[in-house]
T-cell receptor
Framework: NAGVMQNPRHLVRRRGQEARLRCSPM?????VYWYRQLPEEGLKFMVY????????ESGMPKERFSAEFPKEGPSILRIQQVVRGDSAAYFC???????????????FGPGTRLTVL | GQQLNQSPQSMFIQEGEDVSMNCTSS?????WLWYKQEPGEGPVLLIALYKAGELTSNGRLTAQFGITRKDSFLNISASIPSDVGIYFC???????????FGTGTLLAVQP
């Protein structure tokens, strides 16, 4: 059973460009979470999605950031007009239960390290 | 907002020593998770705790969910060099299961 897959592992963008980060959850998981980690810090929640729905986006910056999890295909975190402050590691996690059951557990992917020049 | 205080910030120990780290929260959590992260990788789940008072082991690791639901600890017994990494606690308690992460404990083990 493959784990959470993320690509690319490393992404370099110039200021003003767009960054697209992809996440494929574990098989059988329909709940996806995105987190951001700045150097020397813990992970910070950004957004929680279930297939075709955004459940909680309380951690997403109001501008330039968007996320989707279509019926088919991976979840996408999109950052438009990147700035240097967007440089960070972005992690995706998936879980089997989401809010539908107690005792849910999130499993993380290897992350995408975004560098903005 | 919810905050997690994790301590100690770092530990430098000799191989074979036991290690203890803990997290405290300003609010109640329903789930506590402990992860280990190595450089350039994502967090790897070590132990999951779902009930107040629960004590769970995974090999040399033992973790407990505090009775007040506001704290948790992780113990590592007889540490080995491959235990090196950053250990994070994470809790969830809201309606959407989003995780709140601690600030991490850097563990260094000298052979």
């Amino acid at each position: 059973n493959a784990g959470v897959m993320q690509n690319p592992r490393h992404l370099v963008r110039r200021r003003g460009q767009e960054a697209r980060l992809r996440c494929s959850p574990m098989k059988g998981h329909s709940h996806v979470y995105w987190y951001r980690q700045l150097p020397e810090e813990g992970l910070k929640f950004m957004v929680y999605l279930q297939k075709e729905n955004i459940i909680d986006e309380s951690g997403m910056p109001k501008e330039r950031f968007s996320a989707e999890f279509p019926k088919e295909g991976p979840s996408i975190l999109r950052i438009q007009q990147v700035v240097r402050g967007d440089s960070a590691a972005y992690f995706c996690a998936s879980s089997p239960l989401g809010t539908s059951g107690g005792g849910d557990t999130q499993y993380f992917g290897p992350g995408t390290r975004l560098t903005v020049l | 907002g919810q905050q997690l205080n994790q301590s100690p910030q770092s530990m430098f120990i000799q191989e074979g020593e036991d290690v203890s780290m803990n997290c405290t929260s300003s609010s109640i959590f329903n789930t506590w998770l402990w992860y280990k992260q190595e450089p350039g990788e994502g967090p790897v789940l070590l132990i999951a705790l779902y009930k107040a008072g629960e004590l769970t082991s995974n090999g040399r690791l033992t973790a407990q969910f505090g009775i007040t639901r506001k704290d948790s600890f992780l113990n590592i017994s007889a540490s080995i060099p491959s235990d090196v990494g950053i250990y994070f606690c994470a809790g969830s308690g809201g309606a959407t299961n989003k995780l709140i992460f601690g600030t991490g404990t850097l563990l260094a083990v000298q052979p």
